[in-house]
């Protein structure tokens, strides 16, 4: 059988990026075919993070190769496309910056925060956590690296900077790390502005896919300065199910708005609890519906609904993300669910950016 160059390119244009809902034609995602007497070589590029779809798009490209070319050697080739980057020297090599708020304190925002991290990492992503909190620091407790401080590294330029603490393959660096709490109390205003670019222009991430941040709770001056600052990819709205606190989600999602940030979506967090005894059972503690009716009234996704469960809280206070844990069956699905939509959003968030970017004819 004759192997045609332009049908393969052809029938791989078909291929669906089903996260984006777009195929490779509509993505521009093919690059390169090359066909030899004894071998096909395609090179394709898609909107990153890819690690989620990779697989699944090398068995799509690979099923087509089957039919097209069954007597050749396939070569496949998977890249990522390039997105513009951060914008800021200092943060250069990470690709992704989400933010993780909440209007109203312990609703859940750093143990989402924790899990959502680990759950990006079980796929190979290089991944790091910003505590941002500087009262109430909770990655240290919730990673088990409380002991842990900022240790400073010279660079080949003869400039200091901080290493993270790495725990679980997870680059972390929070305020626990660098002031105590009888310090934190007192730090105000500038100060406080000043040990956030710290976190952010003397910290050590070299490549990251995330960099995950755990804002401080609320919307205030320090939230807004921070989210205008940081070059932030979207953020990811953390609340529980009832009126109260979602009257705060409000203030948030309005905030990210007014800095255009793209909001990925909500998480309700503590949505029910069912005990292990009993299965089939939910009671709704802090009342039902309230992320449902949130996401839909600002038009963006609700990612899911976390139940309150023993194991994570056993898991936030013993050191180790719930997701990352051997135990936890039907609580470490919800969370790597939420995390593959998180991922979704992300894409979806950086193929609109590839757009604007795409290079512009002047006349
Ligand atoms: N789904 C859950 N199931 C069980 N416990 C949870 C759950 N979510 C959070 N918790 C627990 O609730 C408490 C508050 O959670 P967390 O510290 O993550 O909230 P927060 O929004 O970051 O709070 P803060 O505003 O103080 O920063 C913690 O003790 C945490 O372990
Ligand atoms: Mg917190």
């Keep these: 059988m004759q192997t045609d160059k332009n049908q393969i390119i052809s029938e791989l244009n078909k291929i669906s990026d089903k996260d984006l809902g777009l195929t490779f034609g509509e993505l521009e995602a093919v690059k390169s075919v090359i066909v030899t007497d004894s071998a096909v070589q395609v090179a394709v590029e898609l909107i990153q993070p890819i690690q989620w779809?990779?697989?699944?798009?090398?068995?799509?490209?690979?099923?087509?190769?089957?039919?097209?070319?069954?007597?050749?050697?396939?070569?496949?080739?998977?890249?990522?496309?390039?997105?513009?980057?951060?914008?800021?020297?200092?943060?250069?090599?990470?690709?992704?910056?989400?933010?993780?708020?909440?209007?109203k304190g312990g609703v859940g925002k750093s143990s989402i925060t924790?899990?959502?991290?680990?759950?990006?990492?079980?796929?190979?992503?290089?991944?790091?956590?910003?505590?941002?909190?500087?009262?109430?620091?909770s990655?240290?407790?919730?990673?088990?690296?409380?002991?842990?401080?900022?240790?400073?590294?010279?660079?080949?330029?003869?400039?200091?900077?901080?290493?993270?603490?790495?725990?679980?393959?997870?680059?972390?660096a929070s305020m626990g790390f660098v002031i105590n709490r009888d310090e934190a109390a007192i730090v105000r205003g500038p100060m406080l502005a000043g040990y956030f670019s710290m976190l952010?222009?003397?910290?050590?991430?070299?490549?990251?896919?995330?960099?995950?941040?755990?804002?401080?709770?609320?919307?205030?001056?320090?939230?807004?300065?921070?989210?205008?600052?940081?070059?932030?990819?979207?953020?990811?709205?953390?609340?529980?199910?009832?009126?109260?606190?979602?009257?705060?989600?409000?203030r948030s999602i309005t905030m990210f708005n007014r800095v255009k940030v793209d909001v990925i979506?909500?998480?309700?967090?503590?949505?029910?609890?069912?005990?292990?005894?009993?299965?089939d059972k939910k009671y709704y503690i802090f009342g039902e519906g309230g992320g449902k009716a949130i996401a839909k009234e600002f038009g963006v996704d609700l990612l899911g609904q976390v139940p309150l469960n023993i194991a994570m809280r056993e898991g936030n206070d013993g050191g180790m993300p719930v997701v990352l844990s051997k135990d936890g069956g039907n609580q470490?699905?919800?969370?790597?669910?939420?995390?593959?939509?998180?991922?979704?959003?992300?894409?979806?968030?950086?193929?609109?950016?590839?757009?604007?970017?795409?290079?512009?004819?002047?006349?």
């Design 53 to 103: 779809i990779y697989s699944d798009i090398k068995s799509q490209i690979k099923n087509k190769l089957n039919e097209l070319a069954p007597d050749h050697i396939h070569e496949i080739f998977i890249d990522e496309k390039n997105t513009p980057n951060t914008g800021r020297n200092e943060l250069a090599g990470v690709k992704n910056i989400i933010a993780v708020a909440s209007g």
């Design 114 to 137: 924790s899990n959502l991290a680990a759950g990006l990492s079980l796929s190979g992503a290089k991944v790091g956590i910003i505590d941002g909190d500087v009262y109430g620091p």
């Design 139 to 172: 990655q240290p407790t919730m990673y088990g690296v409380t002991d842990e401080r900022l240790q400073v590294t010279s660079l080949p330029d003869g400039s200091q900077m901080a290493v993270p603490v790495e725990q679980y393959g997870i680059k972390i």
């Design 200 to 250: 952010f222009e003397q910290v050590a991430w070299g490549d990251l896919d995330f960099l995950v941040f755990d804002l401080p709770p609320g919307t205030g001056d320090i939230q807004l300065t921070l989210t205008q600052k940081i070059p932030l990819t979207g953020a990811v709205v953390v609340t529980t199910p009832q009126e109260i606190s979602l009257a705060d989600v409000r």
């Design 265 to 279: 979506g909500i998480v309700e967090n503590m949505s029910y609890f069912t005990p292990d005894d009993m299965p």
């Design 332 to 363: 470490k699905e919800i969370l790597k669910d939420i995390t593959l939509k998180v991922v979704s959003g992300i894409r979806k968030i950086n193929y609109e950016k590839s757009k604007i970017a795409a290079p512009t004819i002047e006349l």
